[in-house]
T-cell receptor, first 111, second 113 residues
Framework: GEDVEQSLFLSVREGDSSVINCTYTDSSSTYLYWYKQEPGAGLQLLTYIFSNMDMKQDQRLTVLLNKKDKHLSLRIADTQTGDSAIYFCAERGSSASKIIFGSGTRLSIRP | DAGVTQSPTHLIKTRGQHVTLRCSPISGHKSVSWYQQVLGQGPQFIFQYYEKEERGRGNFPDRFSARQFPNYSSELNVNALLLGDSALYLC????????????FGPGTRLTVL
């Protein structure tokens, strides 16, 4: 079946890089997403990658996709206090109407 | 440009009541999807509507229903509320083509007592 898994917590020092990892099971996944959710708020789309890509970079964000291992990661360079949030990994097939989300990784920043 | 809007922002109901949640998509978007996010979990897909027709349905009981209007706004209805229906209900809009990126609204926080 379809499943997306993430570690629940990550703590990093301000200014360091954060790497959030995710694994998924659906081999037909075509789109892979990273969403950010701040307390009491909805989901903000951070970035996405097509399954035929290995890497995508967008300013401080780098997404790496290992399709063979069904592993996705999000690297945030120079992590700031404003990056504190829950980060959701999600996947979707090309003909699917629904997005499958992981349980989210809570990123906390140490001074 | 306005993003996805949802109303109300918060709602408190008692068991057995029904509730109607509303969503207005981004201008030009023709598809609306609904998700339920229980505290501590990721969102779970409930419905997707496109051009007023249901395109997809998640694993939710028949107490959950939705519709889309000619202006592409949408309503989610939940009947016979249970305590377990307490959650953040998120609406997402997209252009409408399969695979289009979905943009989420701020959600409606429903508490069932």
């Amino acid at each position: 079946g379809e499943d997306v898994e993430q570690s629940l917590f990550l703590s990093v020092r301000e200014g360091d890089s954060s790497v959030i990892n995710c694994t998924y099971t659906d081999s037909s996944s075509t789109y892979l997403y990273w969403y950010k959710q701040e307390p009491g708020a909805g989901l903000q789309l951070l970035t996405y990658i097509f399954s035929n890509m290995d890497m995508k970079q967008d300013q401080r964000l780098t997404v790496l996709l290992n399709k063979k291992d069904k592993h996705l990661s999000l690297r945030i360079a120079d992590t700031q206090t404003g990056d504190s949030a829950i980060y959701f990994c999600a996947e979707r097939g090309s003909s699917a109407s629904k997005i499958i989300f992981g349980s989210g990784t809570r990123l906390s920043i140490r001074p | 440009d306005a993003g996805v809007t949802q109303s109300p922002t918060h709602l408190i109901k008692t068991r057995g009541q029904h509730v109607t949640l509303r969503c207005s998509p981004i201008s030009g978007h023709k598809s609306v999807s609904w998700y339920q996010q229980v505290l501590g979990q990721g969102p779970q897909f409930i419905f997707q509507y496109y051009e007023k027709e249901e395109r997809g349905r998640g694993n939710f009981p028949d107490r959950f229903s939705a519709r889309q209007f000619p202006n592409y706004s949408s309503e989610l209805n939940v009947n016979a509320l249970l305590l377990g229906d307490s959650a953040l209900y998120l609406c997402a809009s997209s252009l409408g083509r399969l695979g289009d990126t979905q943009y989420f609204g701020p959600g409606t926080r429903l508490t069932v007592l």
